[in-house]
């Protein structure tokens, strides 16, 4: 009975150390994203597009090396076609001359596992690796005249909730940084992250198949306040 009650010891005590050294961060940032799309047709030739991106990264500690971060982040997707031609692009025609601009609107919720590099220094650089869901919440094709400066001729939303689109994707991510100590209680944070979806915007009830997967180079600045 005795020894039934010092193992119940040793076990709450172990738990109750997990939990006071596992460490919580909190990370809001914002930063820009490049992002261009894979389509399976010569008919076109995309190009990317750069948006700002914001976010807030929560991250848990597993133990003095490895860490599990998940959160939520706001930014747009898309390309760019510049045609000379008259063409249909998504169904909308484009008139002679005109550049195209496809923007998507996501809300992403990564999970990702992260790896510190450093060895008891100040500065700590980490690698990052995992997966997670974005949703499109909504997008627009917007056709431009260009003379001296840009100039729009027309704006169409997508309907993102008819069979054509899928608007939930699966996603990877790739990432390097570095965490700056500033503060008693936190460290600044610069991120180069590579991201690509593995599901297709565009159905397969397209009447092409289209294809659309995203692929994106971002860059993020970030405060991480531990918690």
């Known amino acids: 009975m005795k020894k039934m009650k010092k193992i119940q010891a040793t076990l709450s005590l172990l738990a109750t150390?997990?939990?006071?050294?596992?460490?919580?961060?909190?990370?809001?940032?914002?930063?820009?994203?490049?992002?261009?799309?894979?389509?399976h047709t010569t008919i076109i030739d995309p190009t990317g597009i750069t948006n700002p991106v914001i976010g807030i990264n929560i991250e848990l500690s597993l133990d003095d090396k490895l860490s599990l971060r998940s959160g939520l982040r706001s930014l747009k997707k898309g390309f760019q076609v510049?045609?000379?031609?008259?063409?249909?692009?998504?169904?909308?025609?484009?008139?002679?001359g005109a550049k195209a601009i496809t923007e998507i609107s996501y809300l992403e919720v990564p999970l990702v596992g992260t790896y510190d590099l450093s060895?008891?220094?100040?500065?700590?650089?980490?690698?990052g690796l995992?997966?997670?869901?974005?949703?499109?919440?909504?997008?627009?094709l917007d056709t431009k005249a260009s003379a001296i400066f840009d100039f729009n001729v027309s704006s169409t939303s997508l309907d993102l909730g008819s069979h054509n689109y899928n608007r939930i994707q699966a996603m990877g991510y790739a990432l390097a940084g570095v965490g700056i100590p500033y503060g008693k209680y936190g460290q600044w944070t610069i991120e180069v992250e590579h991201s690509r979806s593995f599901t297709d915007l565009i159905s397969e009830d397209f009447i092409i198949d289209a294809g659309g997967k995203h692929t994106g180079l971002?860059?993020?600045l970030g405060y991480s306040l531990f918690l």
């Open 119 to 127: 060895h008891n220094g100040k500065i700590r650089p980490y690698l």
């Open 82 to 96: 510049a045609q000379s031609i008259d063409m249909e692009l998504l169904g909308i025609a484009l008139p002679f």
């Open 218 to 220: 971002g860059v993020h």
């Open 130 to 140: 995992g997966t997670g869901l974005a949703y499109a919440t909504s997008g627009t």
């Open 17 to 39: 150390a997990s939990v006071v050294t596992a460490q919580v961060s909190a990370t809001p940032f914002v930063g820009i994203h490049h992002s261009n799309t894979e389509v």
